[in-house]
Each structure stands twice: as C-alpha cells, then as structure tokens.
C-alpha cells in the first residue's frame, strides 16, 4: 500500500523558516516526480513545486527564490525548505507523487497527481 506521510509543518512568525519532509513507502519512487502542493482556508488546491527523478525542479512563481524542493531516493523522501514565509503561505501542504514527465510548472499546475499524502498545516503570522 503506497502511503505519503508529510511532517514538519508548524507556526511560525513571518520572515522565518520550516522545512517540509515527506516520506514515500509502498513502492519505489525514484523515477516519480514528486511536489508539494497546499491549499488555504477557503481556496482551492495549488501547485507550490515539483521534483522530477533526475532533478529537475519546478515552481509557482509567488514561492521562487523562498522555497526549495530536494529528495533523497535512498530515503523515498522529498523535502521543502520554506524560507521568508508571508502570511499568505499560509495552508495545509500536501506532498504528492506520479510517474509524470512534465517539463513545466503550469504543467503540474493542473496535473492529476496519482498519489497523495494527508497533508500537514503551515501557519504563518504577521
């Protein structure tokens, strides 16, 4: 059974920093793209970043240059280092996973993620 278990959210004060992990188990996700992706209270789902296999990274744009996705395929584990929070990053972040090959971030902007975690809260106050 292919389970996205995320961790790492929290509150913190605008300006500051958390760093997202998501570990992957049920199958091996090296030649997955993997992403994190949120929603906000009263919005809908968005795409924040993606991570192809071989490295390739994608983002939103409102998040480039503050947030940094990585993985560690020995681990099946994908990271989000989130730095400079606003309050409008505010939402529940959820990591997911598909064999996609996209090349772009509008792309899995509206790309039907096979796999999802739970997600886990991020809470940014001004």
């Known amino acids: 059974q292919v389970q996205l278990v995320e961790s790492g959210g929290g509150l913190v004060q605008a300006g500051g920093s958390l760093r997202l992990s998501c570990a992957a188990s049920?199958?091996?996700?090296?030649?997955?793209?993997m992403g994190w992706f949120r929603q906000a209270p009263g919005k809908e789902r968005e795409f924040v970043a993606v991570?192809?296999?071989?490295?390739?990274?994608y983002y939103r744009d409102s998040v480039k240059g503050r947030f940094t996705i990585s993985r560690d395929n020995a681990e099946n584990t994908v990271y989000l280092q989130m730095n400079s929070l606003k309050p409008e990053d505010t939402a529940v972040y959820y990591c997911?996973?598909?064999?996609?090959?996209?090349?772009?971030?509008?792309?899995?902007?509206?790309?039907?993620?096979?796999?999802w975690g739970k997600g886990t809260l991020v809470t940014v106050s001004s």
């Open positions: 997911a996973a598909d064999a996609a090959s996209g090349y772009s971030a509008s792309y899995y902007s509206t790309y039907p993620m096979r796999y």
């Open positions: 049920g199958r091996t996700f090296s030649r997955y793209a």
């Open positions: 991570i192809k296999w071989g490295g390739d990274t």
